[in-house]
T-cell receptor
Framework: EAGVAQSPRYKIIEKRQSVAFWCNPI?????LYWYQQILGQGPKLLIQ????????DSQLPKDRFSAERLKGVDSTLKIQPAKLEDSAVYLC???????????????FGPGTRLTVL | GNSVTQMEGPVTLSEEAFLTINCTYT??????LFWYVQYPGEGLQLLLK?????DKGSNKGFEATYRKETTSFHLEKGSVQVSDSAVYFC?????????FGAGTRLTVKP
C-alpha cells in the first residue's frame, strides 16, 4: 500500500514570495491533515479535511495561508506572501473515514522542508 | 483548551537501561492519547495509543498507561536498544483537535 505522498521535498524562497505544497493521501482515506512543524517543536495542526469539506481550520493563519481539497483526494497548501517565521516542515497526514475518533491512526508523509530567506 | 506537556530532552541512555519519558495533558472530556516516534531520516509514525482511562498501550517493548487521575501518559521501556534512538512525541486528540508535545530526543549508546 502506497503511503502519503508529498511534493516538493524541499523549497527555498525569499520572503514575500508565494509557495504551494501538494499532498496525495493513502487511497481511500477520507480525512486529511496539514501540520506545520517548526524546528525543535511538535507538529501544529493547521487544517483538517473530511473528504472535500473543512472540519477545522482554527489554527490556520488565514491572512496568508490557504488550503483546498477540491475532489476529496489530493490537497494543496499555499502560503502567500511568505514570512521568515514560516520556515518549517509542512507535514501532510491522512486517516480513515472516521478520522481520529476512537484512536484511529493517522499516517504521515515525509514532509516538505520550507526555508524562507 | 487542549495541551500536552512532555519531558524535555535530550535524553541519553546506555543500552539496556530503563526509559521513562513523562507526558501530561490538559483536556476537557476524554481525549485519545498517543505516542508517535520519528526515527532519523524517517517520517512520524504511531508507536502506541490508548483511548480511555486505565488503558495500556504497548508496542515494540514500549508501554504507556492512560492515567486520568494524574492526567498523564508516561512512556516506558524496560531495556532500550541503540535502534530506539529517535524523537518521541506525546499527543492527544479531542473534539477534532490534535495536539503534540514538543518532542523528546532519545539517544541510546552501546
Amino acid at each position: 500500500e502506497a503511503g502519503v505522498a508529498q511534493s516538493p521535498r524541499y523549497k527555498i524562497i525569499e520572503k514575500r514570495q508565494s509557495v504551494a505544497f501538494w499532498c496525495n493521501p493513502i487511497s481511500g482515506h477520507a480525512t486529511l491533515y496539514w501540520y506545520q512543524q517548526i524546528l525543535g517543536q511538535g507538529p501544529k495542526l493547521l487544517i483538517q479535511f473530511q473528504n472535500n469539506g473543512v472540519v477545522d481550520d482554527s489554527q490556520l493563519p488565514k491572512d496568508r495561508f490557504s488550503a483546498e481539497r477540491l475532489k476529496g483526494v489530493d490537497s494543496t497548501l499555499k502560503i502567500q506572501p511568505a514570512k521568515l517565521e514560516d520556515s518549517a516542515v509542512y507535514l501532510c497526514a491522512s486517516s480513515s473515514s472516521s478520522g481520529l475518533a476512537g484512536g484511529n491512526e493517522q499516517f504521515f508523509g515525509p514532509g516538505t522542508r520550507l526555508t524562507v530567506l | 483548551g487542549n495541551s500536552v506537556t512532555q519531558m524535555e530532552g535530550p535524553v541519553t541512555l546506555s543500552e539496556e537501561a530503563f526509559l521513562t519519558i513523562n507526558c501530561t495533558y490538559t483536556a476537557t472530556g476524554y481525549p485519545s492519547l498517543f505516542w508517535y516516534v520519528q526515527y532519523p531520516g524517517e517520517g512520524l509514525q504511531l508507536l502506541l495509543k490508548a483511548t480511555k482511562a486505565d488503558d495500556k498501550g504497548s508496542n515494540k517493548g514500549f508501554e504507556a498507561t492512560y492515567r486520568k487521575e494524574t492526567t498523564s501518559f508516561h512512556l516506558e521501556k524496560g531495556s532500550v536498544q541503540v535502534s530506539d534512538s529517535a524523537v518521541y512525541f506525546c499527543a492527544l486528540y479531542n473534539n477534532n483537535d490534535m495536539r503534540f508535545g514538543a518532542g523528546t530526543r532519545l539517544t541510546v549508546k552501546p
